[in-house]
């Protein structure tokens, strides 16, 4: 199995006036290329900082990330041979999407310029990637609204542009931070199943932070769940409900045993 992203016993700890918060402790795991893996946890528990760490965005304070090649971190390392190799290299960080709750379209561009953007900003608006990106717009039925602002669109439609936006450039990690909480139930569904084909179809790897358990399940290949903060990994599921697409799979005999058996260990966290 090739390991695309690692964290080796990571820590975070917020630095404010009034004191330090430990929002991470000691998380060990990895990320297989290609899988899609979900987080669970309490509200709270330091499933977004992870996410901050595994985007560049916030260096661990002690421990290790690598994605690839690429190393982050901290002070403090337990294990210095492991290490020792990467702490100093050059190599410059893997390309990663990072997909918040909110869709964060630009409403004075249309929708192709908005899936334009990270192109733009990243200096890779090349005629291959352009065409890539509309290619991402016909295969997901949006090509005849590529000249709409974002105004004219539903929830849904909105949330599908920000996510060929983030694909646009062929990320080689996908970071999707509840990516669906600001949509109705139908809505939230339907987009998961197509986020789903779309991410296979694509090969990417995925991780996806979620308070949803059926999302989680029904999404993934395993499912980490997060102690209370400082968060620590609890436990790992691993995920086997076929290939069908995430509303299929919540039909599934075994659906049930698996969320009863995440709801049991957050139900734990949330009661201690």
């Known amino acids: ?21 430990l929002a991470v402790s000691n998380i060990n795991f990895f990320v297989a290329e290609g899988e899609f893996v979900s987080i669970v946890g309490p509200s709270g528990c330091g499933k977004s900082s992870v996410l901050s760490m595994l985007a560049g965005l916030t260096p661990p304070s002690s421990g290790y990330i690598k994605i690839g ?58 005629k291959k990637r352009r065409e890539y990106a509309l290619s991402l717009l016909e295969k997901n039925g949006l090509l005849a609204f590529k000249d709409y602002y974002p105004r004219q669109l539903s929830g849904g439609m909105r949330q599908k542009v920000a996510l060929i936006r983030t694909l646009a450039f062929s990320p080689g990690l996908l970071l999707l931070d ?11 569904l339907m987009l998961a199943d197509d986020l789903a084909q779309i991410i296979r179809q694509e090969g990417r790897t995925a991780i996806l932070v979620t308070h ?35 509303l299929i799979k919540r039909n599934h005999p075994l659906f049930k045993d698996y969320f009863n058996a995440v709801w049991k260990e957050l139900d734990y966290n949330e009661q201690t």
């Open 69 to 126: 090649n690429w190393c982050s971190a901290g002070d403090h390392i337990h294990d210095q041979s492991d290490i020792s190799a990467h702490k100093n290299s050059k190599n410059s960080m893997p390309l990663t999407g990072y997909m918040l709750q909110h869709d964060n379209l630009l409403e004075w561009r249309t929708v192709e310029g908005n899936i334009m953007l990270g192109l733009e900003v990243k200096g890779l608006c090349t």
């Open 1 to 21: 199995m090739n390991k695309f992203a690692e964290l080796h016993d990571v820590s975070c700890i917020y630095h404010e006036l009034s004191g330090e918060t």
């Open 178 to 188: 509840e990516p669906f909480s600001a949509l109705d139930y139908q809505t939230r």
């Open 212 to 246: 949803d358990i059926s999302e989680a399940i029904s999404m993934s290949d395993r499912v980490i769940v997060f102690s209370k903060r400082p968060a620590t990994v609890k436990r790992e599921f691993t995920i086997e409900l076929g290939d069908d697409l995430p």
